[in-house]
T-cell receptor, first 111, second 112 residues
Framework: DAKTTQPPSMDCAEGRAANLPCNHS???????VYWYRQIHSQGPQYIIH???NNETNEMASLIITEDRKSSTLILPHATLRDTAVYYC????????????FGTGTRLKVLA | EPEVTQTPSHQVTQMGQEVILRCVPI?????FYWYRQILGQKVEFLVS????????KSEIFDDQFSVERPDGSNFTLKIRSTKLEDSAMYFC??????????FGPGTRLLVL
């Protein structure tokens, strides 16, 4: 089973920030949090990842709580093209680094 | 920017036939993966491959499946005798020395 829980769906107005939460209460100390998105049936697209500290790149920001039990992906100015399913994944640290996907959050950006 | 490529983009086959799905991972990557996604369902891990051998496989990856890296660049998934329930999107992914996997665009397999 996936080690993360996310709300099944969210709406966001175009131009506003989209804040997507994720709970990962059983995360281990050396496990990373990854965010990917999938637009229609395309391949999952990497967005951002982090271990303990907050991270920012050209796509998004990742806020990880101090206890690391939850995180939030922030898309600062959502556009219609950000409509997708967003997956929060905790790396399965078995040595193979396989991903266990959950059902994700279906984000709909509204005009 | 380097990317993972997959061929074909679509494959239609008859039940019982063999199919080979091909992937070209990102150059210099060391870890290779296959995932599948049945329509409307979650992305599921199938197999990981490292140092020219399978490092982990899921319950889905039974004797009908095999993987190979025949020439140092391609990474293939073979389904020996396809079943209707093998119809899905198949995604290849690769990872280098960093933590992140990069996915290809997928192959849509339809078994009739």
């Amino acid at each position: 089973d996936a080690k993360t829980t996310q709300p099944p769906s969210m709406d966001c107005a175009e131009g506003r920030a989209a804040n997507l939460p994720c709970n990962h209460s059983t995360i281990s100390g050396n496990e990373y949090v990854y965010w990917y998105r999938q637009i229609h049936s395309q391949g999952p697209q990497y967005i951002i990842h982090g271990l303990k500290n907050n991270e920012t790149n050209e796509m998004a920001s990742l806020i990880i709580t101090e206890d690391r039990k939850s995180s939030t992906l922030i898309l600062p100015h959502a556009t219609l093209r950000d409509t997708a399913v967003y997956y929060c994944i905790v790396s399965y640290n078995s040595g193979t680094y396989k991903y266990i996907f959950g059902t994700g959050t279906r984000l709909k950006v509204l005009a | 920017e380097p990317e993972v490529t997959q061929t074909p983009s679509h494959q239609v086959t008859q039940m019982g036939q063999e199919v080979i799905l091909r992937c070209v991972p990102i150059s210099n990557h060391l870890y290779f993966y296959w995932y599948r996604q049945i329509l409307g369902q979650k992305v599921e891990f199938l197999v990981s491959f490292y140092n020219n051998e399978i490092s982990e496989k899921s319950e889905i990856f039974d004797d009908q499946f095999s993987v190979e890296r025949p020439d140092g660049s391609n990474f293939t998934l073979k389904i020996r005798s396809t079943k209707l329930e093998d119809s899905a999107m198949y995604f290849c992914a690769s990872k280098g020395t960093g933590e992140t996997q990069y996915f290809g665009p997928g192959t849509r397999l339809l078994v009739l």
